[in-house]
């Protein structure tokens, strides 16, 4: 992907286009943007009212007039039009300068489709870009780590979005294998909403799911349970009622979507040429994304693949930093022939 990059890219700007939060970089700057990747229309004339922050707010809130809408689903643009207008809030937001549209980069699941990757490009540019430049996530993640990716050697990144977890061994800069299984933050939210209703009759909106899971959600044993007291609408008579969950619980209804993960991770394993997967005995595999951030995940992992397993250090940032130090680079990378 590096090699369709040209010239050096002053001022421009790096996208973390997920399907939970959008993350913006801009060369000298750094981060300067994370919201959430919700626009809230009105209904009738599809007039943007709030973007990001503000529009998540309005999820499962808004009166009949309003909707609040997520247009990524499973890391790819859903909504085109919707998309458009989020992708030029943020674009507008970044930008000090508006008399040079800026240059963008934009991090993609690795296994997007011809059609999404026009779609991505095209609604960047409508939203105010002048040319845009696609860099696969895994790619993006591990370098935003710091992973030694140009070297000849195995490096393992696994990237758990909201909607995608991308799994990738890379060597000299380049993926060797790669495996993307659409699951991710929103699966698990929603299987705990689907136990809620399952098992207690109770109905909570996605906003309560999440709390849940990152209060009390775990993929490996606690060493001591927790426990949360959950509000939510009781279903049979359709009043407000509140009770307490424990972290087994929670765990026993994330084993799906977790299960999903791991399975991806051994798959990309047992397919890697054998001499870049021994290299991970010493390097292990280094997680990303939101979705890293479950308790005990890492500790799953490693028990089931038998290597270190660790979390980057801001897993929410890793692709963004990643898109922003290919943006830094683009002029080494030019000299280097890559172009």
Known sequence: MWKRFK???????????????????VRDRGIVINEPSVVALKKDSKTVLAVGIEAKQMLGRTPGSITAIRPMKAGVISDFDVAEQMIRYFIKKAQKSKLR?????IAVPGDITGVEQRAVKESAINAGARDVYL??????????????????????????G???????????????????????GDAMDEVIAQYMRRMYNLMIGERSAEEIKIQIGSAYPLVEERKMEVRGRDNVNGLPRTLEITSKEIREALQEPVSQIVDAVRNCLEKSPAELAADLIDRGIVLAGGGSMLTGLDTLISEQTGLLVTRAD??????????????????????????
Request: proline share 5%; aromatic share 4%; charged share 15%.
């Open 162 to 184: 909201g909607g995608t977890t991308d799994v990738a061994l890379i060597s000299l800069a380049g993926i060797v294998y790669a495996q993307s299984v659409r699951v991710g």
């Open 101 to 105: 549209k800026p240059r963008v980069i």
């Open 314 to 339: 801001s897993p929410l940032e890793a692709v963004a930093e990643g898109t922003g130090m290919v943006l830094n680079e683009l002029d080494v990378l030019h000299n280097h022939g890559m172009n």
């Open 7 to 25: 010239g050096y890219f002053s001022n421009d700007i790096g996208i973390d286009l997920g399907t939970a939060n959008t993350l913006v970089y």
């Open 135 to 160: 860099i696969e996530e895994p790619m993006a993640a591990a370098i935003g780590v710091g992973m030694p990716v140009a070297e000849p050697r195995g490096n393992m990144i696994v990237d758990i």
